[in-house]
């Protein structure tokens, strides 16, 4: 192979890899759909042991996360919260579980 060919071939090698990189910089910038967001914080919550008793309910709208229901002490609820902020995307979290001791 000509050195000339082998340069050009390099370039676009470069360039493309340079291309790939941007458009998953630009991919990673992309806010996350609030339906995703909703089934992953309830999947989350169902499969804790700690949280799986009480009785919440979620609504996103925008990145933001809306816990209101019922728990039966103040682990439940710090640990629903908790939860809720672990999942990517999450801008905030608004926390109006009520503790009901039963």
Known sequence: MKPTA???RRVIAVFLLMFTMSLSA???DKPVDDNYLYDSVREKLA???IVKGGVIDVDVKAGVVTLTGHVQDSKQKEKAESL???VKGVKSVVN???IIAK
């Open 26 to 28: 630009l991919a990673a």
């Open 6 to 8: 082998y340069k050009t």
């Open 84 to 86: 809720a902020k672990k």
């Open 47 to 49: 499969s804790d042991p």
């Open 96 to 98: 109006s579980l009520q």
